[in-house]
């Protein structure tokens, strides 16, 4: 089956930047969505189609796609944003999920 | 603004069918443009996709899953339905309902914890 590797923990000082990434084999033609998860509550999207924001999202979330890595950045961060964040691909009709990256804002 | 609702029993005992349903709020099912969808996440664990189905009931089943997923649909209620047979204590898990629109998840559930246990 597909898989999606992510780094189990990111952590960034308030105000700087967290790169997060997602790999996976030929990624490049694959369209990336990202989930951010915060303790006891459902998953929110936060980007999807590799850099589309969905409305209300900040403008600081920003997602990228190229090779076999796609990203997503979170540019000055902020206390809120301390929260797990999922990678989504679709294989064979089947939605594909990261490992999931745990941000802790410093 | 669509909500989702999930609502079923919170314990099932090994063995026994799981059963959920999720209610959609706020749009109609029938819509034509969405699939829905449910997903789990067992204790401090990821996410699983569990699988979808269209208006017209169509479905869509993760693999290692197929063997014991029914996903339905009730289009009067506005509603769709989970059930999993033969459930053990590694279906534990927080169930999800979801919107897909297109290929990405924009609506969901605030999640329904079922745990199995006897």
């Known amino acids: 089956s597909y898989e999606l590797t992510q780094p189990l923990s990111v952590s960034v000082a308030l105000g700087q930047s967290a790169r997060i990434t997602c790999g996976g084999d030929?990624?490049?033609?694959?369209?990336v969505h990202w989930y951010q998860q915060k303790p006891g509550q459902a998953p929110v999207l936060v980007i999807y189609?590799?850099?589309y924001r969905p409305s209300g999202i900040p403008e600081r979330f920003s997602g990228s796609n190229s090779g076999n890595t796609a990203t997503l950045t979170i540019s000055r961060a902020q206390a809120g944003d301390e929260a797990d964040y999922y990678c989504?691909?679709?294989?064979?009709?089947?939605?594909?999920f990261g490992t999931g990256t745990k941000v802790t804002v410093l | 603004q669509v909500q989702l609702q999930e609502s079923g029993p919170g314990l099932v005992k090994p063995s026994q069918t799981l059963s959920l349903t999720c209610s959609v709020s706020?749009?109609?099912?029938?819509?034509?443009?969405?699939?829905w969808t449910w997903i789990r996440q067992p204790p401090g664990k990821g996410l699983e996709w569990i699988g979808y189905?269209?208006?017209?009931?169509?479905?869509y089943y993760n693999p290692s899953l197929k063997s014991r997923v029914t996903i339905s649909i009730d289009t009067s209620k506005n509603q769709f339905s989970l059930k999993l047979t033969s459930v053990t204590a590694a279906d534990t898990a927080v169930y999800y309902c979801?919107?897909?629109?297109?290929?990405?998840?924009?609506?969901w559930g605030q999640g329904a914890l079922v745990t199995v246990s006897s």
């Open positions: 979801a919107r897909l629109n297109g290929d990405y998840l924009n609506f």
């Open positions: 706020g749009g109609s099912i029938s819509s034509g443009v969405y699939y």
């Open positions: 189905i269209y208006y017209r009931g169509s479905t």
């Open positions: 030929k990624f490049g033609s694959r369209s």
């Open positions: 189609r590799n850099t």
């Open positions: 989504q691909v679709w294989d064979n009709s089947t939605a594909v």
